[in-house]
């Protein structure tokens, strides 16, 4: 077999990409500031509780949608978790109806009390003491890309073995700068 190192280095690269996007995703929802940035969720000014044990209801939702000033509602989006989308989609309203609106086209988000419905796998999961739910003006994160993204190949270090090796790097970080823009919901 030929090695072809640009095929190699391409894959590799995508594979580093994916990996450190899925690591910066979850940083930016929930991160602690310690060793990455600090997630959005530890910084938000209010967080709701579900009145009902097990379930969120739509008085929940309106809730959350209010607890945020008119200016900041204007521009907000839902971020949730898979398993509180599951949840959500199921609601109806008194005559039977689903509050949730699926997007009929092609990438259009799905519209939940009039606002656009994002998701993440990197948001908490659907449990109790969780916060699955999150709602408001996220142009109020800011991320700062430092580097951009750093690909190393390693010929010398592992000649001796027939080897190459890679490293990759890159540096950001994130913050919240106005925490009453955003709501969440455990």
């Not at 979850?26 to 990455?36: E, H, L, P, Q, V």
């Not at 959005?40 to 379930?55: C, E, I, N, R, Y």
């Amino acid at each position: 077999v030929e090695y072809n190192q640009y095929v190699i280095e391409g894959y590799l690269a995508r594979m580093f990409a994916q990996c450190v996007g899925s690591a910066e995703e979850a940083g930016f929802i929930s991160g602690d500031g310690t060793k990455g940035p600090k997630g959005f969720l530890g910084s938000v000014k209010t967080t709701l509780t579900t009145k009902a044990a097990a379930a969120i209801t739509y008085d929940d939702l309106v809730t959350t949608k209010f607890g945020i000033k008119a200016g900041y509602r204007k521009n907000g989006v839902w971020l949730l978790a898979d398993t509180a989308a599951l949840q959500i989609s199921l609601l109806k309203d008194g005559e039977g109806r689903p509050i949730w609106q699926p997007s009929v086209q092609a990438g259009q988000p799905d519209i939940l009390l009039g606002r656009p419905a994002h998701y993440s796998s990197a948001m908490p999961e659907f449990q109790s003491g969780k916060t699955p739910v999150a709602f408001g003006d996220f142009k109020t994160y800011r991320i700062a890309d430092r580097s951009g993204f750093f690909l190393q190949r390693l010929v010398e270090k592992y000649a001796d073995f027939g080897q190459v090796g890679f490293r990759g790097r890159r540096r950001v970080d994130g913050a919240l700068l106005v925490p009453e823009a955003i709501t969440a919901l455990k």
